[in-house]
């Protein structure tokens, strides 16, 4: 069975959903046997989580969030191993994508039950004092 989006990883936090879904459908394109395309796979995974991160890094900066070293960091070890994945894949080592496209998935839903969600219920917390105030 292919991994792929379900309720159980939804945060309370819209915006954000969108953007998981999307880190979604691409890390489960990385499962796709075919390792003529595979760099091209990861590559559009790596550039939407440069994007996705960098989002998430700015709410947290921006509201003086203070897990946000924590949460910073997992996601700059987990863009490190997916470029020292793409080195080693480029340089013949396949099996190495193949473990990523495995491990991916569990390092996501890890980081979603626990750093995306603190920060998701921060920022929703923050809109609805926001439409308080200006109620
Ligand atoms: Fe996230
Ligand atoms: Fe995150």
Sequence with gaps: MQWGW???????YAVMDETHKEFVELCAALSEENPSTFLQRLDALITHSVAHFDQENTWMAETDFPPKGCHEQEHNAVLEIMREVR???EAGDEELGARLAEELPHWFEHHV???DNMLA???AALQKEASVLSA
């Design 113 to 115: 039950d626990t750093m």
């Design 87 to 89: 080195q080693r894949f």
């Design 6 to 12: 379900s309720d159980r990883l939804s945060l309370p």
């Design 121 to 123: 219920r921060h920022m």
